[in-house]
Structure formats: structure tokens, C-alpha cells
């Protein structure tokens, strides 16, 4: 099933190789762990290998440290490139699929599969990106989601 808190990879980096550490609440109560304690992947995160078992309440990030001028542009760089290719200023849940693997996206698969721009109780599939479900203003969890489950 999809899990927005995994969604977090972009331009070949992902969130969780800038974590330092991370405040979580599991069922020892809420505790600290650093990032040497984190086993993670394609989105799955594990700490004590306990995957769900867990909720993160605070995030401590080590940063890259750069010009000024540097990072405004390429976060603009990004920013449009991002743009060109997914609704970023639509009410998307994200990418929702799962990718088989790195070769082979489950957005192209949707697309070959003729799901781009189709539409069902208020979401659709984007035209840009065949993996990102848009909410159309009207969407309840319960309506999209009899084909996502896995």
C-alpha cells in the first residue's frame, strides 16, 4: 500500500541518506535514533529491523553547504524540471505504484496501459505523469483506492 512518507527520492537523492536522526514513537514510547540505526531502501524505511512499526514525530538533516546563488539555482532548475514532467501545483497523492524496478517505472507502465488522464470518483490519473493521482476537488479516500491495493 502506499505510503506518502516514502515518496521522498528526487534528482538521485533520497531524504533518508540526509538523515542524522530521527525522534520516533514506537512501542517503547518516544525515543531517539541516530542514523547508523536506519536500514533503508526503495521506500522502506526499518529501524531495529521493525518496518510499520513506528511513527517519526521530528527529522534532523545534514545539509550540503553551498553558495547562495548556487542553491537558488538549482532549486529553480529543479523546480522546472520537476514542472515539465508531474502537476506540482495539483492536489496529487503522489506517486501511488510501486516501480517494479529503475528500468521499468510504474508511471510508464500507466501510460502504455492507456491510464493517463483517466479519471474515477473525483481522482484521475495526471496527463503528465500516469503515476500521479489528482484529486479534482471532489475525491474520497475510499473511491480510488480498490485498484491499489498491494
Known amino acids: 500500500m502506499w505510503d506518502r512518507s516514502y515518496d521522498c527520492a528526487s534528482f538521485g537523492v533520497e531524504v533518508c541518506e540526509k538523515i542524522e536522526n530521527l525522534q520516533i514513537v514506537d512501542a517503547d514510547g518516544v525515543r531517539a535514533v541516530a542514523s547508523c540505526a536506519l536500514q533503508y531502501a526503495y521506500r522502506s524505511l526499518c529501524i531495529d529491523e521493525k518496518k510499520n512499526d513506528f511513527i517519526v514525530l521530528e527529522a534532523t538533516f545534514g545539509l550540503t553547504r553551498a553558495a547562495r546563488d ?9 523546480f522546472f524540471e520537476k514542472k515539465s514532467k508531474q502537476p506540482v501545483t495539483a492536489w496529487s497523492a503522489g506517486c501511488v505504484f510501486k516501480n517494479p524496478s529503475a528500468e521499468l517505472p510504474a508511471g510508464k507502465l500507466l501510460d502504455q496501459a492507456g491510464f493517463k488522464g483517466k479519471k474515477m470518483g473525483g481522482m484521475a490519473f495526471s496527463t503528465l505523469h500516469a503515476n500521479l493521482m489528482i484529486n ?7 473511491r480510488p483506492w480498490p485498484f491499489c491495493k498491494g
Request: hydrophobic share 30%.
Open 70 to 78: 548556487g542553491i537558488t539555482n538549482r532549486m529553480r532548475h529543479n
Open 136 to 142: 479534482e476537488g471532489k475525491a474520497a479516500l475510499k
